[in-house]
Structure formats: structure tokens, C-alpha cells
């Protein structure tokens, strides 16, 4: 399977707290995006960065991107339980349609 | 502006059964996808089309087949359903430009299972 792996699996922290997750990819990529999806709903598109760029930010989160080592991390600030959800990394691998394969997701839990 | 529907939302068959998965966008996108979804993995592609009557196999594309028919619709069809394909199925469109708008916009989901 060409799956990226994310890691940790599942992540449980208190409001206001930092989450980090993190990704890692085997292929060349042209950019690596962050999905998020709630509970039983369709993912949602939170932040792209290209494969040129080293960091980006987007409001509370921060994405980082090291091509050396093939990774990504995710970092959301100042968590709220509204944050609750799975995220996901996905990236371009070859083909024409410029395919999306997605990572295994972390399941994040912010507590009240 | 719907984005991206699917229909049904729910499905139970039992094997052998055959039955088909309508994606709809009304955003003019020239690419659609089919993705499956199970515990605790990631999405992985079934088929996907580049536009309006054409086709391709992703990495899951056994025991299902797809048509294009018209720019707005994907269908994802299952001949024989089988308990293996008991999963939950997004479908997704996009822009055919590439940069910044590689963003996918998924549908939300049609949970099937097969007994």
C-alpha cells in the first residue's frame, strides 16, 4: 500500500493544550494537504503546503513540511473541543489525475 | 450551492445483491473520485474520472465499476456486493487546474454494509 502513516493513531488532551500529529510519506509529492473529518461526516480541506515551502500557518494551526525525511506535522494551538475529529495527511503521488493518497489518520479528543 | 451530495446515505444488502452509489456536483469540476473508508485507515481510491465519459482504476477497483455519463454525476455500482465491501464510501470532486486548488471536496458519505 503507497497509505502514508500517521502517528499517534489517537491523541487525548485537555482544552487549550497543543496537538501535534505527524505524517510520513514514501513517495516524491508536489504537496502535502491536512484533512479533517468530524464524526460520521465527509473530510474537509484545512491547509495545503507545497513541497517548496517548509512551514505555513492558518489561523490556529501550523503545518510543516521536511521532504528529507519524507514527514509532515500538524500542529493545532490553543485546542478547543469543537476540534474533536479525525485528521488526515494526503498528498499528490504519480498519475494523471493527480491522485490524493491519504494517511491513516489521528483521531484527536480534546476534553472540556 | 449543494457542493458535493450523495445518495443513498445508508445501505444494507446482502450478498450477491447488486446495487448503485450516485455522487452529484454542482461545481463544474472536471475530476471525480471514489474513495472507501474503513476503521481505522485512511481513504483508499476505488476508481476516479478526468471528465465526461472517461474512467480509471484506483487502487481498490475489484468487485466495483463506474460511469460518466454527464460532467455533474459519478456512479459507483457493485454487481455482487460481498461482506469485504462493507465500508463507508466518499465521493469527491475537484478542479482540473492543479496549485493551490488540488483541494478535494468530498461528498458525505454513504455507509453500506453487506450481510
Known amino acids: 500500500s503507497q497509505q502514508g502513516e500517521e502517528d499517534p493513531q489517537a491523541l487525548s488532551i485537555q482544552e487549550g493544550e497543543n496537538a501535534t500529529m505527524n505524517c510520513s510519506y514514501k513517495?516524491?509529492?508536489?504537496?502535502l494537504q491536512w484533512y479533517r473529518q468530524n464524526s460520521g461526516r465527509g473530510l474537509v480541506h484545512l491547509i495545503l503546503?507545497?513541497?517548496?515551502?517548509r512551514e505555513k500557518h492558518s489561523g490556529r494551526l501550523r503545518v510543516t513540511l521536511d521532504t528529507s525525511k519524507k514527514s509532515s506535522s500538524l500542529l493545532i494551538t490553543a485546542s478547543r473541543a469543537a476540534d474533536t475529529a479525525s485528521y488526515f495527511c494526503?498528498?499528490?503521488?504519480?498519475?494523471?489525475?493527480?491522485?490524493?493518497?491519504f494517511g491513516s489518520g489521528t483521531q484527536l479528543t480534546v476534553l472540556p | 450551492n449543494a457542493g458535493v451530495t450523495q445518495t443513498p446515505k445508508f445501505r444494507v444488502l446482502k450478498t450477491g445483491q447488486s446495487m448503485t452509489l450516485l455522487c452529484a456536483q454542482d461545481?463544474?469540476?472536471?475530476?471525480m473520485y471514489w474513495y472507501r473508508q474503513d476503521p481505522g485507515m485512511g481513504l483508499r481510491l476505488i476508481h476516479y474520472?478526468?471528465?465526461?465519459?472517461?474512467?480509471a482504476k484506483g487502487e481498490v477497483p475489484d468487485g466495483y465499476n463506474v460511469s460518466r455519463l454527464k460532467k455533474q454525476n459519478f456512479l459507483l455500482g457493485l454487481e455482487s456486493a460481498a461482506p469485504s465491501q462493507t465500508s463507508v464510501y466518499f465521493c469527491?470532486?475537484?478542479?482540473?487546474?492543479?496549485?493551490?486548488?488540488?483541494?478535494?471536496?468530498f461528498g458525505p458519505g454513504t455507509r453500506l454494509t453487506v450481510l
Open positions: 474520472s478526468v471528465g465526461e465519459g472517461t474512467t
Open positions: 461545481m463544474n469540476h472536471e475530476y
Open positions: 494526503a498528498y499528490i503521488s504519480s498519475g494523471s489525475a493527480r491522485q490524493l493518497t
Open positions: 513517495t516524491s509529492i508536489n504537496n
Open positions: 469527491a470532486s475537484r478542479n482540473k487546474a492543479g496549485g493551490p486548488t488540488d483541494t478535494q471536496y
Open positions: 503546503i507545497r513541497s517548496n515551502e
